[in-house]
């Protein structure tokens, strides 16, 4: 049966057709169903994410690229199976031959076609459902984050994994809930993907992330800011790098007290915390390391400046940075220990036997070579090892330790270790707190309160030594005791690099 188009001048003798007609095949048909489920992946996609609040970043590669790209091939089968159709129709016009059958969809002859088409959609629309809801739920997983793109995220994975905050996912710090940073983590989760496929990434990766959310709506969803610490009692245990791996630990009473009156005397380490006091500083570098520049707002609005003397004009205000918990606590979940603070613990809880001779020394020395790989790192600390301890009963064991210290903190394949990741909590291996308390930023009207060289000021040393030493408390405070003896002028980071010295 044909059709006459009155809009077109159709011969007598051909066969007219109607030009929407080219669509009525089974690719175009088939275009059209993956085109609609992309749609419809999209929007069920866009409606859980929605519903379950927070987001992880991948859902976005999921809404707006791979869906996207399902709905791209969906529209070009609906034009290929177009040209093709109508390159077959002008063929048969033009040997004057019957028209190539239609799909129609619409009349009943055509029946069975339809049935097989609902059929067809129906089934498409299913698994494309299921399908979006696993994929969606797998990609929120601390496994996908952390294992999909392996040897990108690998670093930061492991170190994860063996930080107190192994039972957080890496969306509730990374993204956080809210539609602004939802989207923005679409962005660069899409980037991020494009970079891993196309070898793009920086190794190591960079920090700070330049658009890592502030602290107020990530750490302190579940730290509560006013809480009232008061003092932390902590011991440090070292060993030298002598023949003997002398012990040396130090006990600290740290004063990290609170910020919030209603909850304790406002003072300590925790009176930078963003609730009274407002705290802002200037970073001369990328890493935040060198800061000349701070300025500090009290609960009565009065603003004092500290500047350094080499720094006196006043920086961009785009370029002023808001104090908040990741500026001391940069590292809660990726912690890449030095050799010389992971060797100490080890030794500390007898996983390497300290009357090994010289075990630190070696160890450390072991661990911070430069390997290109793991595995040659992996050969290279057993062959090292075994050259120093071979005819020693606990030479397997202790390279089995060594061996276990790198691959926990070290990843050469993408050059991350401690080295390139400045840890700002303390200030021995790193500036830390001594970027602004160095003795050398004042304001008009004096210095910045605490001094590099006031032991005692955020903490006092309890106990030092050894042995029996360590049971001597001296609540008042003691004069450090360093175990190098004086190190007049200079800052601990001077010396101390968390290698040897
Ligand atoms: C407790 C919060 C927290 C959790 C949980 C967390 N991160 Fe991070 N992450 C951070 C902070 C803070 C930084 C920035 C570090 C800096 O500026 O020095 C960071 C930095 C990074 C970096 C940049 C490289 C680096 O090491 O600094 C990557 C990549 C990263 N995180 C991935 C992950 C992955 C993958 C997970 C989950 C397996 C995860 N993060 C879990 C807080 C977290
Ligand atoms: C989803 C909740 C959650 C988020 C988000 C979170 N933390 Fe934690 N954090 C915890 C829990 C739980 C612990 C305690 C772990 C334990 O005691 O086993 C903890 C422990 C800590 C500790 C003490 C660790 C130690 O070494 O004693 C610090 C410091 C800390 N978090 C800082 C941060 C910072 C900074 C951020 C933001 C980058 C953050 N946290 C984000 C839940 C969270
Ligand atoms: C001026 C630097 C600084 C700032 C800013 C800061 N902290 Fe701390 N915080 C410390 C130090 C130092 C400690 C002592 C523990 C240590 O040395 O690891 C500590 C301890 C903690 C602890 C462990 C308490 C315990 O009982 O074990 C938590 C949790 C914590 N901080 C969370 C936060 C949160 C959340 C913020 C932001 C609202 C924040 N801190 C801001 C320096 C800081
Ligand atoms: C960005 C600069 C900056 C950094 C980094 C910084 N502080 Fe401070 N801190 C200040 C300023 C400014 C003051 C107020 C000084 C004043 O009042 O003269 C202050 C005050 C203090 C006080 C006295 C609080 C009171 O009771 O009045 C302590 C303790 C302290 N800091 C410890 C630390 C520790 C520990 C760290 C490292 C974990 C640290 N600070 C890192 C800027 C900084
Ligand atoms: C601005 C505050 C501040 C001042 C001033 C300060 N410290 Fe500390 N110190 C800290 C903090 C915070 C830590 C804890 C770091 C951590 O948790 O890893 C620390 C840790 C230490 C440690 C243990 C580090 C380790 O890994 O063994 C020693 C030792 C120490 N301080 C000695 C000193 C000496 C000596 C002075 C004076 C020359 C001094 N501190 C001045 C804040 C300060
Ligand atoms: C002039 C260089 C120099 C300076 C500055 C310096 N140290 Fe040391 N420190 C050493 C040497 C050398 C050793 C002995 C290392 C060994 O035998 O392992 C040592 C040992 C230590 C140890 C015990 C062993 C270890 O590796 O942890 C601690 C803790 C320590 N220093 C803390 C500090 C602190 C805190 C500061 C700053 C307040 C500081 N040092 C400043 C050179 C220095």
């Known amino acids: 049966m044909t059709e006459v188009n009155p809009d077109e001048a159709v011969p007598e003798e051909q066969p007219a057709y109607k030009r929407a007609s080219i669509f009525r095949n089974w690719i175009s048909l088939s275009g059209v169903i993956v085109a609609f489920g992309s749609l419809f992946a999209f929007m069920l996609l866009f409606a859980i994410d929605?519903?379950?609040?927070?987001?992880?970043?991948?859902?976005?590669?999921?809404?707006?690229?791979?869906?996207?790209?399902?709905?791209?091939?969906?529209?070009?089968?609906?034009?290929?199976?177009?040209?093709?159709?109508?390159?077959?129709?002008?063929?048969?016009?033009?040997?004057?031959?019957?028209?190539?059958?239609?799909?129609?969809?619409?009349r009943r002859r055509y029946k069975k076609d339809l049935v097989l088409f609902a059929v067809g959609a129906s089934i498409f629309l299913?698994?494309?459902?299921?399908?979006?809801?696993?994929?969606?739920?797998?990609?929120?997983?601390?496994?996908?984050?952390?294992?999909?793109?392996?040897?990108v995220m690998k670093p930061e994975f492991v170190t994860y994994m063996h930080s107190p905050h192994a039972r957080v996912s890496c969306s509730e710090c990374h993204i956080g809930s809210g539609a602004n940073w939802y989207v923005k983590s679409k962005i660069s989760g899409a980037y991020q993907v494009y970079a891993t496929a196309f070898d793009k990434?920086?190794?190591?990766?960079?920090?700070?992330?330049?658009?890592?959310?502030?602290?107020?709506?990530?750490?302190?969803?579940?730290?509560?800011?006013?809480?009232?610490?008061?003092?932390?009692?902590?011991?440090?245990?070292?060993f030298l790098a002598d023949k003997e791996n002398t012990p040396y630990s130090v006990r600290l009473s740290?004063?990290?007290?609170?910020?919030?009156?209603?909850?304790?005397?406002?003072?300590?380490?925790?009176?930078?915390?963003?609730?009274?006091?407002?705290?802002?500083?200037?970073?001369?570098?990328?890493?935040?390391?060198?800061?000349?520049?701070?300025?500090?707002?009290?609960?009565?609005?009065?603003?004092?400046?500290?500047?350094?003397?080499e720094f006196q004009g006043e920086p961009e205000a785009s370029a002023i940075n808001v104090m908040d918990c990741m500026d001391c606590h940069n590292r809660p979940a990726h912690i890449f220990k030095s050799p010389n603070d992971a060797v100490d613990l080890a030794m500390s809880v007898g996983i390497l036997d300290s009357s090994l001779p010289a075990l630190k020394r070696r160890a450390v020395e072991a661990l911070t070579a430069e390997y290109a790989t793991e595995t040659e790192a992996s050969q290279k600390i057993a062959t090292e090892l075994n050259r120093h301890y071979g005819d020693d009963p606990r030479v397997g064991s202790t390279i089995d330790a060594v061996q276990q210290i790198y691959s926990n903190n070290f990843f050469p394949e993408m050059k991350a270790n401690w080295q390139v990741y400045p840890n700002n909590i303390g200030h021995k291996d790193w500036l830390g707190c001594f970027r602004c308390h160095d003795g050398l930023h004042s304001s008009a009207d004096g210095l910045l309160n605490i001094k590099a060289d006031d032991c005692n000021a955020c903490h006092t040393i309890i106990a030092q030594g050894k042995g029996e030493e360590l049971n001597l408390l001296a609540p008042k405070g003691l004069e450090f005791d360093h175990p190098d003896g004086d190190f007049l002028g200079l800052t601990c980071s001077d010396c101390h690099t968390g290698a040897l010295q």
């Open 50 to 106: 929605m519903m379950t609040g927070h987001s992880n970043p991948y859902m976005g590669i999921l809404a707006y690229l791979v869906a996207p790209v399902f709905l791209v091939i969906g529209t070009s089968l609906l034009i290929v199976g177009a040209v093709i159709r109508r390159s077959k129709i002008a063929r048969a016009t033009a040997r004057g031959e019957l028209l190539p059958k239609e799909v129609q969809l619409t």
């Open 126 to 151: 299913l698994l494309t459902a299921i399908g979006s809801y696993q994929t969606y739920h797998f990609t929120e997983s601390v496994v996908f984050c952390g294992q999909a793109c392996h040897e």
């Open 201 to 238: 990434y920086p190794r190591p990766i960079k920090t700070p992330i330049s658009n890592l959310r502030p602290a107020q709506e990530t750490c302190e969803q579940c730290h509560w800011p006013p809480m009232y610490v008061g003092n932390l009692d902590r011991t440090y245990n070292h």
């Open 254 to 309: 740290l004063k990290v007290g609170g910020g919030d009156a209603t909850q304790g005397p406002i003072g300590g380490i925790h009176w930078h915390m963003n609730v009274n006091n407002k705290i802002e500083y200037y970073a001369a570098d990328k890493q935040k390391q060198n800061i000349p520049w701070v300025r500090v707002t009290n609960p009565q609005g009065v603003v004092t400046v500290y500047r350094t003397e």
